[in-house]
């Protein structure tokens, strides 16, 4: 037991020379841009290219295949979190307080782009800080990115505490932006009293 920890390990300290390629720029080869005019970020083809069929296809296409000096643009993302994805791209992990800041992001980014650690990542996150001052957004994301066991977690944890939920500050602005969810919600919640009288 304690050599295979210790292959694992040895594994993970060889794979982890992606991370010092990434954090010291060693030989990149495209440029990574957000969408906020923020500074463009180095990287490697041949990992995005590993990481996801989506980039693969981009840098496939005739009109990525130019100079190194070429540029990748990612408009729904801030600088920060373009960081944060590459990272994560790059190690398979994020530091707690960058996974947390950006985990929404993140996680509309893995489902665009097609990489499904990521997103099984970020639904972890998710799901371990599931609370109700941010159960909506979780479910806004879920919803958004067609994710049925978060969503189907995230309206039991509403209907189970929806005082809670559907009387904080929150809940207004998420009810007209989405309405669709906010009748899925009442659906929930009258299924649940059902269940109650049914099992009386």
Not at 55 to 77: H, Q, R, V
Not at 183 to 197: H, K, P
């Amino acid at each position: 037991m304690k050599e295979a920890e210790e292959e694992l390990n040895e594994k993970l300290n060889f794979l982890s020379g992606f991370v010092t390629a990434f954090r010291h720029q060693m030989h990149p080869d495209i440029l990574i841009k957000p969408g906020n005019d923020g500074p463009s970020l180095p990287a490697h083809r041949a990992l995005l290219a590993a990481r996801s069929d989506i980039f693969k296809n981009m840098l496939d296409s005739d009109g990525c295949k130019a100079p190194p000096s070429d540029t990748i643009t990612f408009p729904e993302l801030n600088h920060e979190e373009l960081e944060s994805l590459l990272e994560f791209l790059y190690g398979g992990d994020l530091p707690k307080e960058k996974a947390d800041k950006h985990v929404y992001s993140l996680s509309m980014a893995a489902d665009k782009y097609e990489i499904p650690f990521l997103q099984k990542f970020c639904e972890h996150r998710m799901l371990g800080s599931l609370s109700s001052s941010n159960v909506l957004d979780v479910l806004e994301i879920a919803d958004t990115c067609s994710n049925p066991s978060l969503k189907e977690t995230a309206l039991n944890f509403i209907v189970k505490n929806m005082e809670d939920v559907v009387f904080s500050d929150r809940f207004d602005a998420f009810a007209l932006k989405n309405p669709h969810l906010t009748v899925q919600i009442t659906r929930a919640s009258f299924m649940e009293i059902r269940n109650r009288r049914t099992a009386i």
